[in-house]
């Protein structure tokens, strides 16, 4: 599985987009990028997957870029409840064994 | 509906002694994955079961870690004659299937803080 490349922490202000970026540049034709959030204490909660289209949910937003090398994830209205570390990980549709990193720890500030 | 459940929440245990930590699965979910976190990473991988069957052990650090699923729900994650190094959360995940739904996500239970003193 690819590996992927984050940020190690960002602020936001409430209210505003979050944009998270992650790095895949050796991600193949069929890899998956997801993203999982963990927050304090909590085990890891899926937020989106996508292939090569952008994707929307309840939660966020997946813009992947065209060439599929780099994707970010936007969160549209940050609130105090989104502070948690963010993991963009690369696999196949049959990946279970799921490659974290460090994540990008997010800091939504009041 | 029922989350993933583990237990204990904590457990504390002196360095030599033998702990199993439990999982209790998302009722249906055939697919179930053990992870490992230190302080600071993420999530590593140690192990998965595809119904009562370990698909994949590589990640168990060594031979005193083993992980059962005997009925293809609940699985144990035992530790033997456990080490300072063996302290971390202990991360249990369940998915529908790993093979049979494209972008599967895991369902994350929320661990047990295993504490080797």
């Known amino acids: 599985d690819a590996k992927t490349t984050q940020p190690p922490s960002m602020d936001c202000a409430e209210g505003r987009a979050a944009n998270l970026p992650c790095n895949h540049s050796?991600?193949?034709?069929?890899?998956?990028v997801y993203w999982y959030r963990q927050i304090h204490s909590q085990g890891p909660q899926y937020i989106i997957h996508g292939l090569k289209n952008n994707e929307t949910n309840e939660m966020a937003s997946l813009i992947i870029t065209e060439d599929r090398k780099s994707s970010t994830l936007i969160l549209p209205h940050a609130t105090l409840r989104d502070t948690a570390v963010y993991y963009c990980i690369a696999g196949t549709s049959g990946t279970y064994k799921y490659i974290f990193g460090t994540g990008t720890r997010l800091k939504v500030l009041a | 509906g029922a989350g993933v459940s583990q237990t204990p929440s904590n457990k504390v245990t002196e360095k030599g002694k033998y702990v199993e930590l439990r999982c209790d699965p998302i009722s249906g979910h055939t697919a179930l994955y053990w992870y490992r976190q230190s302080l600071g990473q993420g999530p590593e991988f140690l192990i998965y079961f595809q119904g009562t069957g370990a698909a994949d052990d590589s990640g168990l650090p060594n031979d005193r870690f083993f992980a059962v699923r005997p009925e293809g729900s609940v699985s144990t994650l035992k530790i033997q004659r456990t080490e300072r190094g063996d302290s971390a959360v202990y991360l249990c995940?369940?998915?529908?299937?790993?093979?049979?739904?494209?972008?599967?996500?895991?369902?994350f239970g929320p661990g047990t803080r295993l504490t080797v003193l």
């Open positions: 995940a369940s998915s529908p299937s790993q093979m049979d739904v494209f972008g599967n996500e895991q369902f």
């Open positions: 050796t991600i193949s034709g069929n890899e998956y």
